[in-house]
């Protein structure tokens, strides 16, 4: 495989890259400087924050992404090996079993946790 079949690609992230490199300058030099300690202190729904930044967040959130990384991995391998199935023969429908099966396995995870329950 020559390496100019991948000139193409080259020349695209080199004009993505000049690109992204002219626009962050022209803000720079366009755009307003007057930096305040207002402006640079966090933003807290315009009040002062209360109690320690670093409180525990409930175990909904953490299920909530499991449950959508899970999905998302299973969308993601899905359309390749469809494409490929005929090709792939029973040994490439036995690793999608086993695939499944280890999904099939978080999501049960997820459902004894109570992640489909929505209050």
Do not use: C
């Not at 079949?5 to 626009?23: K, R």
């Amino acid at each position: 495989m020559a390496l100019n079949e991948f000139a193409p690609i080259g020349a695209l992230f080199a004009l993505a890259a000049l690109v992204s490199f002219i626009v962050v300058i022209i803000s720079w030099i366009f755009g307003p400087h007057r930096p305040t300690s207002r402006k640079g202190s966090p933003y807290e729904s315009g009040m002062k924050p209360i109690g320690p930044a670093n409180r525990r967040l409930p175990i909904k959130f953490y299920l909530v992404a499991v449950l959508f990384i899970i999905f998302d991995v299973e969308v993601v391998f899905f359309l390749p090996w469809a494409v490929q199935l005929r090709d792939l023969g029973i040994y490439g429908l036995i690793v999608m079993g086993v695939f499944l099966f280890i999904l099939t396995i978080g999501f049960i995870y997820e459902w004894k946790k109570g992640a489909m329950e929505w209050e």
